[in-house]
């Protein structure tokens, strides 16, 4: 990552000055903006996209962990973007929380995912002390997040009669799609965001133009 845009310091402040844990009015609502866009189509996948597959990974229901990545396609997008501790919970909270409205087959548990999903995220971008927003950062969010959602609540709640090899493939499909779907997916996303001057306040849009001057 070009260290000119690293929008934080040793010091726990961004390269404006700000404190690290200060939000900006913009940051709460693009990242509620995006929360929403990403929660409608949560509910699209759940209504047309995921019966299909569930019923395709019937026969070795492990592996249906590879679809995890969607659902945690907000947290690592909100964290890249928003660059805030707590970023990756309030973006994935609030599409959890539009998913359940529009009605899903989970109902009000997908606010408990929600919570671990961003938590995982947090801890991912935490460990870097949020000084990178590269792919490999994304992708280690989108691992963490599958990790703490898997084994702290779905390995329990949803797949209790699971042997423990069945458990663990699921946890490493789970941690594929985090990686691949969320990780390069949520990359992706917010840098064709910045492409297309919809986040111009944010700090991955002027990496964008810098990037397109070389």
Do not use: H
Not at 18 to 34: Q, T
Not at 98 to 124: C, H, I, K, P
């Amino acid at each position: 990552m070009n260290p000119r845009t690293d929008t934080s310091t040793r010091s726990g402040r961004t390269a404006s000055g700000r404190s690290l844990f200060a939000w900006r009015g913009i940051d709460f609502v693009v990242g509620a903006m995006l929360a929403v866009g990403l929660g409608v189509a949560f509910w699209g996948f759940d209504t047309f996209l995921y019966p299909v597959l569930n019923g395709a990974t019937a026969g070795y229901p492990p592996i249906g962990g590879l679809m995890l990545g969607i659902w945690l396609l907000p947290a690592v997008a909100g964290a890249l973007l928003i660059r805030r501790p707590g970023a990756a919970i309030y973006v994935e909270i609030i599409a959890a929380v539009v998913e359940a409205l529009l009605g899903n087959r989970w109902g009000a548990a997908v606010l408990v995912s929600g919570f671990l999903q961003g938590l995982g995220v947090s801890v991912a971008f935490g460990l870097l002390r949020w000084r990178r927003f590269d792919v490999s950062a994304a992708m280690l969010g989108g691992v963490l997040a599958a990790v703490f959602e898997i084994a702290a609540y779905e390995w329990w709640s949803y797949y209790p009669d699971f042997s423990w090899t069945q458990k663990l493939v699921y946890l490493g499909c789970g941690m594929l799609s985090g990686a691949v779907i969320a990780g390069l997916g949520g990359f992706a996303l917010v840098r064709a965001l910045a492409r297309a001057g919809a986040v111009n306040a944010f700090p991955v849009a002027q990496e964008a133009r810098e990037n397109a001057l070389r």
